[in-house]
């Protein structure tokens, strides 16, 4: 299984972008995917997750301001990101886990993408 992040840029502080995460490899249909940032000296945080069903579950610090989604069809998982903050500046990866049920842990994912930089100006 692959994944590969895309969308990472640069914007001013409430701005807006929107990754996308391609899944290649990956068969099965009981899975669920989230979205992790982490900027460097701290740990890798998720903040949004979203299961084969469609049920999302968000960290407060992005609640109302971050939107994950998925095509199934294209095998794409998306990140709407608006009103973009400066401390929102972080790599942002994509992770794959092969069951559902609500995580944000990082063993709890077997794979990973490869982290597209977003970096918020304000």
């Known amino acids: 299984v692959q994944l590969m992040e895309s969308g990472g840029g640069s914007v001013q502080a409430g701005g807006s972008l929107r990754l996308s995460c391609v899944a290649s490899g990956y068969t099965s249909s009981n899975y669920s995917m989230a979205w992790f940032r982490q900027t460097p000296g701290k740990e890798r945080e998720g903040f949004a997750f979203?299961?084969?069903?469609?049920?999302?579950n968000y960290a407060d610090f992005v609640k109302g301001r971050f939107t994950i989604s998925q095509d199934n069809a294209k095998r794409t998982l998306y990140l709407q990101m608006n009103n973009l903050r400066p401390e929102d500046t972080a790599m942002y990866y994509c992770?794959?886990?092969?069951?559902?049920?609500?995580?944000?842990?990082?063993?709890?994912?077997?794979?990973w993408g490869q982290g597209t930089q977003v970096t918020v100006s304000s």
């Open positions: 992770a794959a886990r092969r069951a559902n049920g609500y995580s944000f842990k990082i063993a709890d994912f077997d794979y």
């Open positions: 979203i299961e084969s069903t469609g049920t999302t």
